[in-house]
């Protein structure tokens, strides 16, 4: 017989990916339902945001996150799409990161 015990004084639980809210899908159609992509977060202090069209060709960026966009690329509204999303950025507790995926544009 051995003994031994021990006490966790705190957790700390960091889940700081799931509160950053990237929608999959946004209809830019005047009707001020969606009318622009924004990513939603109120944990990260900074980050680069940017979109592509299946040619890998760069149809927004920003490093403002309450910029949202708005379906346009070099002033003409794009056709209902797939693009993909690029956004790393730094959270508040000094954290980085990354992620990617796919937004779809719909009328």
């Given at each position: 017989?051995c ?17 950053i ?18 990513i939603?977060?109120?944990n ?7 979109i ?56």
């Amino acid at each position: 017989g051995c003994e031994a015990s021990s006490q966790i004084e705190s957790i700390d639980v960091k889940e700081f990916d799931d509160d950053i809210f990237v929608p999959s899908a946004f209809s830019p159609n005047d009707d001020n339902l969606n009318d622009k992509f924004y990513i939603v977060s109120k944990n990260v202090a900074s980050a680069y945001f940017a979109i592509y069209n299946r040619w890998g060709e760069r149809v927004f960026e920003t490093n403002d996150l309450s910029r949202g966009w708005d379906g346009t690329h070099k002033g003409e509204l794009l056709n209902p799409d797939v693009f993909v999303y690029y956004l790393k950025g730094v959270f508040y507790d000094g954290e980085s990161f990354l992620k990617k995926g796919n937004i779809t544009l719909i009328k």
